[in-house]
């Protein structure tokens, strides 16, 4: 089974950078799909980038489309967020996720995966 641990986070300004970092145990890690997701006050969980099995295909929500790139290494079996260009709305409880699945066709859906990180807080200020 897949455990993910999260690092990374914490509070910018406006404009600011900063880079999530995902990082995997098991065996299987490298045949999932990845992504990540967050969820802001009083919002449901929403999704923001993955990255297929090889590393070839990443997708984005619009929102976050050529602000944040997500990327992965398999020799260290982790996985990244690096967000630029940071706004207020940014501001969120980020996760990582794993899916099962080694093929990117859309967004991932959050309630079909049940491989979560425990979290982190990114704060963006004005």
């Known amino acids: 089974q897949v455990q993910l641990v999260q690092s990374g986070g914490g509070v910018v300004q406006a404009g600011g950078s900063l880079r999530l970092s995902c990082a995997a145990s098991?065996?299987?890690?490298?045949?999932?799909?990845m992504g990540w997701f967050r969820q802001a006050p009083v919002k449901e969980r929403e999704f923001v980038a993955a990255?297929?099995?090889?590393?070839?295909?990443?997708l984005y929500a619009e929102s976050v489309k050529g602000r944040f790139t997500i990327s992965r290494n398999h020799a260290n079996n982790i996985v990244y967020l690096q967000m630029n260009s940071l706004k207020p709305e940014d501001t969120a409880v980020f996760y990582c996720?794993?899916?099962?699945?080694?093929?990117?066709?859309?967004?991932?859906?959050?309630?079909?995966?049940?491989?979560w990180g425990q979290g982190t807080l990114v704060t963006v200020s004005s």
């Open positions: 996720a794993a899916d099962r699945s080694p093929v990117l066709l859309g967004p991932l859906p959050p309630g079909r995966l049940d491989i």
């Open positions: 098991g065996r299987t890690f490298n045949s999932y799909t």
């Open positions: 990255i297929n099995w090889s590393g070839g295909t990443t």
